[in-house]
């Protein structure tokens, strides 16, 4: 059953023309034509054409987005999770104690089932714990080395590779657009911001997520160093969002992407500014393009997000009857 | 006695020319011709001519300042602090015990000597336990009713008058040479964003800054809120901005501005880059048109980071010399 709704605030003023971007052409070529493509592009037309009812100034076109699911592929594992599982296996001769402690054990398990329940928080726990001490240098080569060999287990392919085509044409598209584009992940920011900016245009200082804490220290005359201690600052996910948002951003977003009950709190949040706004949740319903899952997922759970969808104005995108193409390999 | 040292890195390539942004005018024209000028234009001119040694890719173009003393006047006493003194003294009718807790009861003195030595942590103190309950658009919108009515002391002017017209040219013209700005202050982000916009030109999600805790809340269906809670989330000073730098921001400054002390890690991070880097310091050197204070001032003090200025690179830049205006409004 597909259950959709769409973005409020009136008929497009312009139609279809999207803006001055793309006058010509088509800003979105991975969307098959329908509802959910017309309403990106009629919101897009109407908030940037000045005049309209709906026009935003260019300082407040924030469009925030979450990251696992909504831009990149979630399952089997969250990335930073194989990424950690991968890191405490090559530690554990160094850490013989994590054979019995959580959530150390659990990550030494392989066991899929059991790693997918693993939530953003013990991932974080053994995040900082596992690379306490490196500086923030040495901790984003690390993150490049693991994702220059590591491969889905599915797929075969790099993680950066399972990026969504569609979703890197709606960066795009709202950048031209003069949109500022900012991850609001429930992932730690030291995991994404060593490639953001080359996979999706998303510059570091608009990566937001949860964090470590870090110490400044000079342990070398005029050598000073960034360090990760053992200690989490903050969660960003559910309300944590919000706060990251408050903290990093201290605008609300017009426009809020999400795919899961995690992002539930920033698409409310989103919503309940006034002016035209824009939410939208990625419906992941194609097994055999990617995976479909919803309501009783461990991984990228979508419950009580997709009924506040449905009771509101929330675009809710079917991957498999919106998108033409799942990722960029698909174009070669 | 004057002293000075000056940017390293090489001669400059393009003369004075500045870049394509103003190759018929003079970018800074409230600075005087001089040694510290010629050193700015010649930075920037280096670092964005694509092709020179020194060029820097447009997204590494991070331009860090530190507020209180370096964007604005922070004597006699630092801008936030004026605010929360009025604030006490607002509420203390409701907060009997203020009257004799600390430093609530310092607060209350009037005492401006007192004042001065109060320190940003006791004044982030003071702002998160005073606003607790408060959402962050109720405080932005005190902050902005008391800066509307506020006059300073000696200038009579409204604070937002007191900022320094020479460093408004400097923020404007690297901007249009495509450096990002960013604030990064020891003061709190929640009294800095109302206005950093309108008066610097800098968004909200470029001012970094001190912070309390807030909480993401739905007292009433569909109208959520972002409360202060009565908690410093972190300081944002000495060590504090560099970590500030690397939580939000995630990539290192080419070019740092500050006045005293406490923005000294700040420049020894920016120094230890790779590559151009330009370091300064306003040296508060003009007692008749703004203050003169460095070595024992209670605000401001400019001591250690002026010995690693003479020993390092750093331009120290003398506001009674290099500066033909102070404020904004001497040029009416």
Redesign the interface.
């Known amino acids: 059953m597909r259950r959709r709704s769409f973005v409020s605030g009136g008929v497009a003023m312009l139609g279809t023309s999207g803006g001055a971007a793309w006058a010509q052409g088509d800003p979105l070529p991975s969307w098959n034509a329908g509802p959910a493509k017309q309403s990106i592009v009629d919101f897009v037309a109407r908030t940037t054409t000045f005049g309209s009812r709906d026009w935003v100034p260019v300082?407040e076109r924030?469009a925030t987005f979450d990251n696992d699911g909504t831009l990149w592929t979630e399952q089997p594992l969250y990335v930073q999770n194989a990424f950690i599982v991968d890191r405490v296996r090559s530690m554990v001769a160094r850490h013989p104690e994590w054979r019995t402690r959580e959530p150390f054990r659990l990550a030494l398990t392989g066991d899929h089932s059991q790693l997918a329940s693993m939530g953003e928080k013990e991932l974080l726990e053994i995040m900082v714990a596992s690379h306490a001490g490196l500086t923030?240098d040495e901790f984003s080569r690390i993150v490049l080395d693991w994702l220059a060999v590591a491969r889905h287990p599915r797929f075969k392919s790099p993680y950066t590779d399972l990026v969504y085509q569609p979703m890197l044409e709606l960066l795009a598209y709202l950048r031209a657009n003069q949109f500022?584009t900012?991850i609001v992940s429930g992932g730690p920011?030291e995991f994404m911001?060593p490639w953001a900016?080359r996979v999706y245009g998303i510059?570091?200082?608009?990566?937001v997520g949860a964090?470590g804490v870090?110490?400044?220290a000079?342990p070398t005359p005029?050598?000073?160093v960034?360090r990760m201690e053992a200690q989490v600052?903050?969660n960003d996910i559910f309300?944590?969002k919000?706060?990251g948002i408050?903290?990093?951003?201290?605008?609300r977003p017009v426009l809020a992407f999400g795919n899961s009950d995690g992002d539930q709190?920033m698409l409310?949040?989103t919503?309940?500014g006034s002016g035209a706004r824009f939410m939208g949740l990625v419906h992941h319903t194609d097994a055999v393009r990617e995976y479909a899952y919803d309501r009783n997922s461990p991984i990228g759970q979508l419950d009580k997000a997709w009924d506040e969808a449905i009771r509101r104005s929330c675009l809710v995108v079917d991957m498999k009857h919106d998108w033409k193409v799942i990722y960029p390999f698909e174009l070669k």
């Open positions: 300082p924030i923030t500022k900012f920011i911001r900016e510059p570091p200082e608009q990566v964090a870090t110490k400044y000079m005029d050598r000073p960034l600052a903050f309300a944590g919000v706060e408050g903290r990093s951003i201290g605008r709190q409310e949040w919503a309940a």
